[in-house]
């Protein structure tokens, strides 16, 4: 990246019923692109490959075998794409933390002292970067990478 604008895209979309429609692109994910231009980073953003649900209910969070003081999200299936290698997730598994962020039961985190969905601290890292993952699989605590 040489310091000049590196572009402008906007679309027009023609439908019945719509006119002067326009969209925003976050800074964070402007920022997110140039950082990893400059660092050879692939532009994609990653994805945990899972479905989830959230776990409000306390005799579901019992019935998984959580602790009292244990929060995390359910993951309901494992979706991989053609090519994705297999992955140590499971269905049934409780996701506790993504790196540093514990889960809470709706699928938020604690970033910069505010409650963020999980998606967005998931976009911090860039395909290929190790995170550990915490686990509840059948009542054990497990990490992975």
Same mark, same amino acid.
Request: proline share 6%.
């Given at each position: 990246?040489?310091?000049?604008?590196?572009?402008?895209?906007? !679309?027009?979309?023609?439908?019945?019923?719509?006119?002067?429609?326009?969209?925003?692109?976050?800074?964070?994910?402007?920022?997110?692109?140039?950082?990893?231009?400059?660092?050879?980073?692939?532009? !994609?953003?990653?994805?945990?490959?899972?479905?989830?649900?959230?776990?409000?209910?306390?005799?579901?969070?019992?019935?998984?075998?959580?602790?009292?003081?244990?929060?995390?999200?359910?993951?309901?299936?494992?979706?991989?794409?053609?090519?994705?290698?297999?992955?140590?997730?499971?269905?049934?598994?409780?996701?506790?933390?993504?790196?540093?962020?514990?889960?809470?039961?709706?699928?938020?985190?604690?970033?910069?002292?505010?409650?963020?969905?999980?998606?967005?601290?998931?976009?911090?890292?860039?395909?290929?970067?190790?995170?550990?993952? !915490?686990?509840?699989?059948?009542?054990?605590?497990?990490?992975?990478?």
């Amino acid at each position: 990246v040489t310091g000049r604008l590196a572009g402008v895209a906007h !679309q027009k979309l023609v439908a019945l019923g719509v006119e002067n429609q326009g969209h925003a692109v976050p800074p964070c994910l402007i920022w997110r692109f140039l950082y990893g231009a400059t660092h050879a980073r692939l532009p !994609q953003m990653p994805s945990l490959g899972v479905y989830l649900q959230t776990l409000e209910s306390a005799a579901h969070r019992e019935a998984l075998r959580l602790e009292r003081h244990e929060t995390g999200i359910l993951i309901k299936e494992v979706n991989l794409g053609p090519g994705d290698s297999a992955s140590e997730l499971k269905p049934g598994d409780v996701l506790l933390q993504v790196g540093p962020y514990e889960v809470d039961n709706f699928s938020a985190v604690r970033f910069l002292g505010h409650r963020v969905p999980l998606s967005a601290v998931n976009d911090l890292w860039y395909i290929g970067d190790p995170v550990k993952l !915490q686990v509840r699989r059948d009542g054990n605590t497990y990490e992975q990478d």
